[in-house]
């Protein structure tokens, strides 16, 4: 085993220990916890770039038990352990950088601010990072069940970091509770997943993928159902989990209301950590899910219909945050949507420029809400290019990368996922047109919402006091925009697959797709889910006219109707004083601000259905269950009150009793021994 | 010797009637005292008994368990006459129907 994987363990070490530091020590550290906590985000960040690094140039992945938690015989045992492979050492850059600008961010948007409980912050953007770190390099199913729900925990913690006030607590709260429902399916799931494999390891020969794919090929049978219906069964149990986390419908009501928790945190649970962690736990077990055709084509009408649905709201949303809460999950949508439709590559490509310019987008926004007070109404911002060029440039170039505009990042990976979805369709899985639709109309409507809001935000003439004199921002704000302005318009840069296309493979600029296909010995390649995709889910490429021109086709539709969005949205806001058109939306704008009635319907569920419910089993409980147990008691108790008064403390009686007992029993023994 | 002459049937009577005589004092007696002797006759009953087949069957064990109800019955006269002095102490009384304040 190489050094740098002697050093894997310390990539999650870091952050817990600056956890702890801000915990404990936390009013004594420099810039209350900041400091700390940015150098052990510096050190995971260059500890898995070295391990990214090592994985590129020798090819040696990482596979092993580190701890177990219960050695079981008979059964099956239940351990930790380290799995470095192409997904986990890629995913591990991107969260510890992400998280590493975010807390020199929050330098800026905290300290600098003088808000309170900086210690606490702290230590929860550490125990964040550690716990996203730790659930990324997780080789089996249980031990990334825990990290997700410490995960979970942790959004917990800082969407109600300014617990004093009334939203936040409530929006914490919300999100675990949301999100903790879909974990009660996980967690069924991973149950189901030990007791059908006796394995929860995701990696190698041994790994629950591979057992599943033999156990199809075997024809064997579980519980009395075949071994597809019964897989597909635990790949949705688990998948409840992925889609809680990932904010997919229905589970997507959380994340707009998490947006109370400070502005940093909403950037790394969007860009890096809590919402990736859902995306990234089905991509971990694709293996899995390349088997269940069934499955797939949930994933993936789940995904292009959230992609969809999310696009829509954010079309009328007034603050800036709102926009960008449903700009996320849109954006999932369509990783969920590449699962769905067979392309693991374009997914966490997608992934991959999403968390930059996320990240990028959020900090922005907080920039923004420095500079604006902390009023976060677009409709009181305008013009505020000219005061905060360095936040304008890199919001703008995070917003076209968003819309989805050619050359940034966003482009290139949003057009990979809606080609391969197309390829599949046309390859003989037409429910995928359906999918491909809706992705499709959402990528109108990200163009439009999001060069509304740069218009709005940015542009214009000032609609407030506060837009014509912001607050200024220093370095430590203008430091990360500018790391993740540049790395929003270079990302697509990763993986050209369009350009090598078109080049007839001349030239190899798939770099991502040549990474994560490559063979490692893992069974955890993309070639071996293509291979995977092809028996099992049938899924197979076909093309219009040649391949190029599908290609070219395909982003040429995207990028027509991106641009139809933004132009659209530019003719509509680009005025000095813009007018508010969607309140022309009428009845649909109320539907649209209101969600859908998503919230009321899920709290009308809460109230009239499960509260119902469980007083219906309290009253059931208390009157039949306890009845019975207290009636038992009741009669003994008067049984034993009756009873007891032969006792009479006279010796005498007890005296007779005896003899007369003894008698009792001479007569009985002697009519049973037939001696009268 | 006397007892070989004797049948032993003479002896089981002999027994039965110290036995009755002592589980008659347990029954009607209220007085400790008398109790403790009565329980005495009920113990002495047994002990013919062992004797008397000990020396019928020409087996010594009768006679040792003889011995051991002798020790036996002496060390529950020394508790059974702790007990009558504590009675009396609060009783003022040594009347067993009195001390039932235990029983539940």
Not at chain 1, 260 to 283: C, D, F, K, N, Q
Not at chain 1, 313 to 322: G, L, N, P, S
Not at chain 1, 606 to 612: I, L, Q
Not at chain 2, 37 to 50: F, G, K, P, T
Request: with cysteine.
């Amino acid at each position: 085993m190489s050094v740098i994987y002697e050093l894997t363990p310390a990539i999650v070490l870091l952050p817990l220990a600056s956890f702890a530091l801000a915990l404990f020590f936390g009013a004594w550290l420099p810039r209350r916890g900041a400091v700390v906590g940015s150098l052990a985000t510096a050190g995971t960040l260059g500890l898995s770039l070295a391990t990214l690094a090592w994985l590129l140039l020798t090819g040696e992945p990482h596979n092993q038990t580190w701890y177990t938690l219960v050695d079981a015989d008979a059964t099956f045992d239940l351990t930790f352990g380290i799995l470095i492979d192409q997904l986990s050492a890629a995913m591990l850059v991107i969260v510890s950088l992400i998280a590493f600008l975010v807390h020199v961010f929050s330098l800026g948007y905290m300290n600098d601010e003088g808000e309170p409980g900086l210690p606490r912050y702290y230590a929860g953007l550490g125990l964040f990072t550690a716990s996203m770190l730790a659930f990324v390099i997780a080789d089996n199913l249980l031990m990334a069940f825990i990290f997700f729900e410490l995960v979970g925990l942790c959004s917990y913690l800082l969407i109600g970091h300014w617990f004093t006030e009334d939203a936040p607590p409530s929006a914490a709260k919300k999100a675990f509770l949301v999100t903790r429902f879909g974990d009660y399916f996980f967690l069924v799931g991973v149950v189901g997943v030990l007791v059908t494999f006796g394995t929860a390891g995701f990696a190698g020969s041994e790994g629950f993928p591979v057992l599943a794919e033999e156990a199809i090929a075997a024809g064997e049978t579980f519980f009395g159902f075949g071994a597809e219906t019964w897989f597909s069964v635990l790949g949705l149990l688990v998948l409840g989990g992925a889609l809680g986390k990932s904010a997919q419908f229905p589970f997507h009501t959380w994340l707009p209301d998490a947006m109370e928790g400070p502005t940093p945190v909403s950037a790394l649970i969007h860009a890096a950590t809590m919402v990736a962690a859902g995306v990234y736990l089905v991509a971990r077990m694709y293996g899995f899910y390349a088997l269940l055709p069934t499955v797939l084509a949930i994933i993936a009408f789940v995904g292009g219909f959230t992609a969809l649905f999310a696009a829509t709201m954010a079309v009328v949303k007034d603050e800036i945050k709102q926009v960008l809460a449903y700009s996320t999950i849109s954006q999932y949508g369509y990783m969920m949507l590449a699962l769905g439709a067979g392309s693991y590559v374009a997914a966490f490509f997608h992934l991959t420029t999403h968390a930059v310019f996320k990240a990028l987008l959020f900090l922005g926004a907080g920039s923004v809400i420095i500079a604006m007070h902390h009023d976060e109404d677009m409709w009181k911002m305008g013009g505020l290019k000219d005061e905060m060029p360095v936040t304008y440039v890199t919001f703008l170039f995070g917003s076209l990368a968003l819309a989805g505009i050619f050359p940034f990042s966003g482009f290139w990976s949003k057009d990979e996922v809606l080609f391969e979805t197309l390829i599949h369709a046309l390859g003989g899985s037409p429910l995928l047109f359906g999918a491909y639709a809706m992705a499709l109309a959402a990528v109108f409507l990200t163009g439009f919402y999001t060069i509304r809001m740069v218009l709005l935000t940015f542009h214009g003439e000032p609609r407030s006091d506060t837009a014509e004199d912001p607050h200024g921002v220093r370095w430590n704000v203008k430091f990360p925009l500018s790391v993740l302005g540049v790395l929003a318009v270079i990302a697509g840069g990763i993986n050209l697959v369009p350009v090598e296309k078109l080049s007839g493979g001349s030239l190899h600029v798939a770099f991502l797709e040549g990474y994560l296909e490559r063979d490692v010995g893992l069974l955890t390649h993309g070639e071996h889910y293509s291979e995977l995709l092809h028996d099992h889910a049938g899924y197979t490429s076909a093309y219009v006219g040649s391949e190029v021109t599908t290609l070219l086709l395909g982003a040429g539709l995207s990028l027509g109707l991106a641009l139809l969005g933004a132009g659209s949205a530019y003719g509509l806001y680009r005025g000095a004083v813009p007018t508010r058109h969607t309140e022309k939306l009428g009845g649909l704008r109320t539907l649209l601000m209101h969600n859908y009635y998503q919230d009321e319907y899920q709290v009308w569920l809460a109230e009239g259905f499960t509260v119902r419910l469980s007083s219906a089993a309290d009253t059931f409980d208390q009157g039949v269950i306890d009845g019975a147990v207290n009636a038992t008691s009741s009669v003994s108790l008067s049984a034993g009150s009756r009873l007891r008064r032969i006792q009479t403390g006279i010796v005498t009686n007890y005296a007779a009793l005896i003899l007369l007992s003894l008698l009792a029993l001479l007569v009985v023994f002697a009519i049973l021994g037939g001696w009268l | 010797m006397v007892l070989e002459t004797v049948p032993v049937e003479y002896y089981m009577v002999l027994s039965a009637a110290v036995f009755c005589a002592g589980l008659f004092g347990v029954l009607t007696r209220r007085n400790a005292l008398l109790f403790l002797m009565s329980v005495e006759l009920l113990l002495n009953a047994a002990n013919i008994n062992l004797v008397v087949f000990a020396f019928y069957w020409g087996e010594i064990t009768g006679q040792v368990f003889a011995l051991f109800v002798i020790a036996i019955a002496a060390a529950e006269v020394a508790i059974g006459i702790g007990i009558i002095l504590v009675l009396q102490r609060n009783f003022g009384d040594v009347d067993v129907t009195d001390a039932t304040t235990l029983r539940w």
